[in-house]
C-alpha cells in the first residue's frame, strides 16, 4: 500500500502567521460563525494546542486542564500564496478536524494518525481554517461491545479513535492532551518535474513530469553474497524518457513494462548498514538520472534482516546481515509531551544519548505516536535498530468494524511508505498488551487472539515491507502471552514483582520487549517532592519508589524507610545507585554465553515529566545514574561474572565488534577492599564478535572459594575485580565486580585521590584510591563525565573525560563522593 504523494521543487511551510482560538464544543459551525472579538493566541504549526497555550502562559504542564472539551480553531491568511492549482498537505492532525478553504469544506479527518493531501486552485486571499472539534462527546460515543476494558487507560473511548493515548493514563504521564496540527502543513505546487514520496516534514526536490501517475517503491536489501541489491520502481503512463537509477558510482536504466518503471542495481563489495555496537552503520545516496540530469531521491543503507526463532520455535534472535545482535536499549515514549515534536533539531540530543549509553535499540510504544521520518533518518546515520509498535494498545479493538480496518491500513501503510528507505526500522508489532490484557483477565485465546493483528496487519507488513520482523503483539509468543519464557516478553519480575536478583535468570527470558522498570533519581533530585513524579499502575496500592525501596534493602542490607527518615541524605545516595545495580547485574546475566536472552530494553528511556520516573534520562535530556549503568552494561567489549555456586566464579568476555582485540585479563581478590588474596592474569585475543568463558580457578592456578559457595571457615575476601585491558595502551576497556557477601558488606572509606589533566581536546579527571570505592559520584557543573556511579578498585588510574556543557565555564571543578564513606574529595 505505497502512497501516492507529489513532491514538486517549490513546497513551502505554512509555519507563519497561525492564530488559534478555543470555544465551546460544536458552537461554530463555519469559520464565518465565529465572533469578530473572538479572543486569539498566536499559534505554532506544527504545534498543539498546549504548546500553544503554554507559550502564552496558560498551561500549566505539570498541572495540565483537560483540552478535551473545547473546540479549537486554528486560522492562517494565505494572502501571500500565488494564484493557482496547489496541493495543501496535512501530515497530522489531532484527532478530530475540519478543515475550511476560506467557508468550503476541503477535508474531515478523524485520526491523528494521517496525512492528507488535498487539490485546491488557490487565488491568494483564502482563509486556511481547521477546527479541532472537542474530542470528549467522541470519546463518550458508544462502539460496539468490548470483551475487556483495561485499567491503564482513563477513557474506553479511546479504543475506537484513532489518538495517542498520552494524556489518557493517569500514574504514568501528565494527562496533556495531544490537541492540534501536530505534523506540518504545507503547499505544494505542481513543477514540470517531480516524484512521488512519502509523506516528509520537510521539501524535496522536483524529478518526474507534472500530470502523469506515480507510484514510488524502493527497496535496499543486502543479499547472501554480500552485494546491496537497490530496488526502485514508480508507476508513470508519460512519454518516454531516459531513466536511471544511480548509487555509489554506479547507475542502470530504468525499463517500463507499460505503465511501470522499474530498476534493480547491483553493488557488489559495498559496506553494509550495522547497529553502531557492531560495525559502521553505512548509509549511500540514491539518486534518479532524468535525461542526464540527477536528482537524489533517499538515502538508505544495505542489511540483511531475520528472526531465529530457534529449534523450539520460541526463540526470538534478530539477525543482521547473518549476524545475532544482543538487542539492548530502551522504550521512546516522547522528546515533548507537550509539543510533540517531530524536528531532527529535537531529536537529536535525545537520540544521541541513546548512542552514547550503547544502545541499539530503541521501542516505540502502542501507547505513544509515530515519529516524523526526521527520527528515523537520524537512527539510519547512528546505527539505532527501532522496534516499532503501531499505535495499538491494551483494548479490544473493533477488527470487525470496515471503517476502523480502513484507518489503521491507511496509518500503517502511510507509515510505512515514509521510512521505505530506513535500515534502522527493524521490528513491526501489532500492538502493546492487547494479548497480555485479555489473557490476564481470565478470556480464552480465541478472545484475545483475533485477526487484527493475525491476519490483517502481517498481511499488510509482508506487501509494503517483506524485510522487516512482525511481531502479533508485545509480548506475546508463550503459553500465555505475558509468560516470558518464550516468544517477546514484558519481563518485570526483577522489577515490579520484586522478585530477586537471581530470577532474571530463572525466567528463561528470549527477548525482553520492556523490562526493569524503576523510579530513577536523578543527581539533583531530593526528597521535598513527596510523590511527584513517581510513576504507579492503576488500581494498585504501591508505587516504582517502593519498588526502588524493596531493591535498596535487599542490596544494602538496610531499612529503607528508617534510613530516609534518620538518614535522607544516605537514602538519597542509596537510591541513586541501586536502581543502575539491578539493570547492570540483570544485563550481565542476559549477556553473559548461555544465557537464552537475546536482547532486552529498559522501560523507559525519557520522563515525560519531572520528577523520579521510569527514564532513565529526564524531562531536561539530563542522563540519571541509571543511564551510566546501562552505559556500563551495555559496552561492546565486556567482562561479565557469572556466580555458579559450587561451580565456582566465571568470568565471560564479550567482543561485538568487527576487529579482533588484543587484551590484557586481571583477576584479583581484595579482602577489606585493598589486599588482594589471589591474583591471576592471562593475555589472549578476544576474536570479533565472539565470547570467551574463563573459570576464576584457570586464572589463579589452583582451587579457590572465589564465590563463598563452600564457605569452608571465614570470608577471606569482600570483593573480586576483573579488569580487561588492550594489551597494547594499558587503557582500561571493561571492568567487573563481584560481591560474595554483598555490596554492604564491600563499603569502605575509600581515600581517593583525583588530578585534572587536559588533552585531546578536552579535559580528564585520573583517579586512583587506595581501597575499593562503591559506586563513586562526580559533580561537576558544567561538564558531563563519561561514566559516574562507577566503582574504582585499588591498582589502576581511571580516566574520565569531562564533556563540555553549553554553561561550561573555565577550567572544571567540582565533588567527588563514594559510598563507603563520608568524604568529600574536592577538585
Not at 2 to 17: C, D, F, N, V
Not at 31 to 60: I, K, Q
Not at 187 to 211: E, F, K, N, Q
Not at 786 to 797: I, K, R, W, Y
Request: glycine share 10%; with cysteine; hydrophobic share 40%.
Amino acid at each position: 500500500m505505497s502512497l501516492l504523494i507529489p513532491i514538486g521543487s517549490r513546497t513551502s511551510l505554512l509555519a507563519e502567521g497561525w492564530s488559534l482560538a478555543l470555544t465551546e464544543p460544536g458552537a461554530y459551525s463555519l469559520p464565518s460563525d465565529l465572533p469578530p472579538d473572538l479572543e486569539c493566541l498566536p499559534a505554532m504549526v506544527p504545534g498543539t494546542v498546549a504548546a500553544a497555550l503554554e507559550a502564552a502562559g496558560r498551561f500549566d504542564r505539570h498541572h495540565p486542564e483537560p483540552l478535551i472539551d473545547r473546540d479549537a480553531w486554528y486560522r492562517c491568511r494565505l494572502a501571500g500564496e500565488a494564484p493557482g492549482p496547489a496541493i495543501l498537505r496535512f501530515a497530522g492532525l489531532a484527532t478530530v478536524a475540519e478543515v475550511f478553504l476560506g467557508e468550503t469544506l476541503i477535508l474531515s479527518s478523524t485520526s491523528m494518525f494521517e496525512s492528507h493531501d488535498v487539490a485546491v486552485e488557490l487565488t491568494g486571499t483564502e482563509t486556511l481554517s481547521i477546527c479541532f472539534r472537542a474530542l470528549k462527546p467522541h470519546l463518550e460515543k458508544a462502539g460496539p461491545r468490548a470483551r475487556w476494558r483495561p485499567r491503564l487507560m482513563n477513557s474506553q473511548g479511546l479504543r475506537l479513535i484513532r489518538t495517542t493515548a498520552l494524556g489518557f493514563m493517569p500514574g504514568w504521564c501528565p494527562e496533556v492532551h495531544a490537541v492540534g496540527p501536530w505534523r506540518p502543513v504545507s503547499v505544494m505546487r505542481i513543477a514540470d518535474y517531480r516524484v512521488t514520496s512519502p509523506p516528509s516534514s520537510g521539501p524535496a526536490g522536483h524529478l518526474l513530469p507534472a500530470g502523469e501517475k506515480r507510484e514510488l517503491a524502493i527497496s535496499a536489501e543486502l543479499d547472501k553474497s554480500g552485494a546491496g541489491l537497490l530496488k526502485v520502481s514508480f508507476a508513470f503512463d508519460g512519454p518516454s524518457r531516459d531513466l536511471r537509477l544511480v548509487c555509489n558510482g554506479r547507475e542502470t536504466h530504468f525499463t517500463n513494462d507499460g505503465d511501470r518503471y522499474s530498476a534493480e542495481l547491483c553493488l557488489p563489495g559495498i559496506e553494509p548498514w550495522w547497529p553502531h555496537t557492531h560495525g559502521a552503520s553505512a548509509l549511500y545516496d540514491v539518486a534518479l538520472k532524468v535525461d542526464g540530469e540527477e536528482f537524489q531521491l533517499v538515502r538508505t543503507g544495505f542489511r540483511s534482516l531475520k528472526v531465529d526463532r530457534g529449534t523450539d520455535g520460541d526463540d526470538f534472535a534478530v539477525i543482521v546481515n547473518g549476524e545475532k545482535i544482543f538487542c539492548r536499549g530502551a522504550v521512546w515514549t516522547s522528546a515533548d509531551i507537550v509539543n510533540l515534536p517531530g524536528d531532527r533539531a529535537t531529536y537529536e540530543p535525545w537520540l544521541r544519548l541513546a548512542k552514547d549509553a550503547g544502545m541499539n535499540m530503541i521501542r516505540i510504544p502502542g501507547i505513544a505516536t509515530y515519529e516524523s521520518p526526521d527520527f528515523f533518518a537520524l537512527c539510519d546515520e547512528l546505527g539505532l535498530l527501532v522496534w516499532q509498535d503501531l499505535m495499538l494498545a491494551n483494548f479490544d479493538y473493533p477488527a470487525g468494524d470496515p471503517d476502523f480496518v480502513i484507518h489503521v491500513k491507511t496509518e500503517v501503510g502511510q507509515f510505512l511508505a515514509a521510512t521505505q528507505a530506513s535500515p534502522s526500522l527493524a521490528v513491526l508489532c501489532g500492538g502493546s498488551e492487547i494479548y497480555q490484557q485479555g489473557a490476564m483477565l481470565g478470556l480464552p485465546e480465541r478472545i484475545w487472539k483475533g485477526p487484527l493483528c493475525e491476519e490483517i496487519l502481517p498481511a499488510l507488513a509482508a506487501d509494503c515491507r517483506p524485510d522487516l520482523a512482525y511481531v502479533a503483539n508485545s509480548p506475546s509468543g508463550g503459553a500465555l502471552p505475558f509468560y516470558p519464557n518464550a516468544g517477546v516478553a514484558h519481563y518485570y519480575g526483577v522489577g515490579a514483582y520484586k522478585r530477586p536478583l537471581e530470577d532474571a535468570r530463572r525466567a528463561n527470558i528470549r527477548f525482553a520487549a520492556e523490562c526493569l522498570a524503576f523510579s530513577n533519581l536523578s543527581d539533583s533530585e531530593t526528597l521535598a517532592g513527596g510523590k511527584s513524579g513517581i510513576p504507579r499502575d492503576a488500581g494498585v496500592d504501591w508505587d516504582f519508589e517502593d519498588v526502588r525501596d524493596h531493591y535498596l534493602g535487599t542490596l544494602y542490607d538496610a531499612d529503607p524507610q528508617t534510613l530516609r527518615a534518620q538518614q535522607p541524605e544516605r537514602y538519597l545516595a542509596l537510591s541513586r545507585a541501586v536502581t543502575g545495580e539491578v539493570m547492570e547485574a540483570a544485563f550481565a546475566e542476559w549477556r553473559r554465553p548461555g544465557s537464552t536472552c537475546n536482547g532486552a530494553l529498559a522501560f523507559t528511556f525519557q520522563d515525560v515529566m519531572p520528577g523520579p520516573g521510569w527514564g532513565v534520562v529526564g524531562v531536561d535530556r539530563v542522563p540519571k545514574p541509571a543511564w551510566f549503568a546501562l552505559k556500563r552494561a551495555f559496552r561492546p567489549v565486556q567482562a561479565i561474572f557469572a556466580d555458579e555456586g559450587t561451580n565456582g566464579l566465571d568470568i565471560h568476555l564479550l567482543n561485538e565488534t568487527p576487529t579482533d582485540l588484543p587484551v590484557v585479563l586481571e583477576l584479583a581478590c581484595l579482602r577489606d577492599g585493598r589486599m588482594a588474596v589471589v591474583s591471576g592474569r592471562r593475555e589472549l585475543t578476544l576474536i570479533s564478535r565472539s565470547s570467551e568463558s574463563i573459570a576464576a580457578t584457570d586464572l589463579f592456578g589452583a582451587f579457590f572459594d572465589a564465590n563463598y559457595a563452600y564457605r569452608f571457615g571465614p570470608p577471606s575476601h569482600d570483593v573480586t575485580v576483573a579488569r580487561l585491558k588492550h594489551a597494547q595502551t594499558g587503557e582500561i576497556v571493561a571492568e567487573a565486580f563481584h560481591f560474595p557477601l554483598g555490596r554492604a558488606h564491600a563499603f569502605h572509606d575509600a581515600e581517593i585521590t583525583v588530578s585534572v589533566a587536559e588533552g585531546e581536546g578536552a579535559f580528564w579527571l585520573e583517579l586512583s584510591t587506595d581501597s575499593f570505592a562503591q559506586s563513586v559520584s562526580i559533580e561537576c557543573a558544567g561538564y558531563r563525565p563519561s561514566d559516574n556511579g562507577f566503582h574504582l578498585a585499588p591498582g589502576a588510574v581511571r580516566r574520565i573525560r569531562l564533556a563540555a556543557l553549553p554553561d561550561a565555564a573555565g577550567r572544571p571543578g567540582g565533588t567527588i563522593r563514594s559510598l563507603g564513606g563520608d568524604r568529600i574529595l574536592r577538585f
